[in-house]
């Protein structure tokens, strides 16, 4: 079946950057894009943007240019999010996600969740 | 690109019904929506499609007690005989031109 696999919690100070891996099984993660998705604490789920898994293409959803990165790995069917210049702001649960298939492009399967906490 | 606008929180008793409402922007009356449940500290789960015509199509796991709706520019949840487990945030999510976009989220409470 369809899974999402992501790597662990992170502790990090500001300044310094984290990369954050989501792992595809029961797929070939070049069939479907890929979307990374960031909810604060306490707050509502927001769009970061997609990367093209067939051009490693990525597209950066306005407030996520600069520091944060799409990339991918074909022969380890995984996606990564890194992001550099840490914020206390970046805190949050970071989210990979998977379209459903066909025509529609809402997000059909979610990983389960990165939280990553900056903080001297 | 289209806004999705959910009501901040909602609230019923146990065993009743409750019906929640995505409203999509002016203009964008067709467009599909997708439902998210996001139970407390667990990763959003894909609920359901709703398409501008009414018709909607579940995920896997969910009981015939959840269905959807629409009307206009609004898409509905509905939840029948709720139960505690149905507690969580629920969220509408749409697409235009390779963005995606998402409502701010209803908290449920089952009293």
């Known amino acids: 079946q369809v899974q999402l696999v992501q790597s662990g919690s992170e502790l990090k100070n500001p300044g310094a950057s984290v990369q954050i891996s989501c792992q595809a099984s029961g797929y070939i993660v070049t069939n479907y894009a890929l979307n990374w998705i960031r909810q604060a604490p306490g707050q509502g789920l927001e769009w970061m943007g997609w990367?093209?898994?067939?051009?490693?293409?990525?597209t950066y959803a306005q407030g996520f240019t600069g520091r944060f990165v799409f990339s991918l790995d074909t022969s380890v069917n995984t996606a990564y999010l890194r992001i550099s210049g840490l914020r206390t702001d970046d805190s949050a649960v970071y989210y990979c996600a998977r379209p459903l298939g066909g025509s529609d492009d809402f997000q059909g399967y979610w990983g389960q969740g990165t939280l990553v906490s900056v903080s001297s | 690109q289209p806004v999705l606008t959910q009501s901040s929180s909602a609230s019923a008793s146990l065993g009743s019904s409750v019906t929640l409402t995505c409203t999509l922007s002016?203009?964008?009356?067709?467009?599909?929506i997708a439902w998210h449940q996001q139970q407390p500290g667990k990763a959003p789960r894909y609920l359901m499609k709703?398409?501008?015509?009414?018709?909607?199509n579940k995920g896997t796991g969910f009981p015939d007690r959840f269905s959807g709706s629409s009307s206009g520019t609004d898409r509905y949840l509905t939840i029948s005989n709720l139960q505690f487990e149905d507690e969580a945030v629920y969220y509408c999510?749409?697409?235009?031109?390779?963005?995606?976009?998402f409502g701010g989220g209803t908290h449920l409470t089952v009293l």
């Open positions: 709703v398409e501008g015509g009414g018709s909607y």
């Open positions: 990367i093209n898994t067939n051009t490693g293409h990525p």
């Open positions: 999510e749409t697409w235009d031109s390779n963005t995606q976009v």
């Open positions: 002016r203009g964008h009356s067709g467009y599909i």
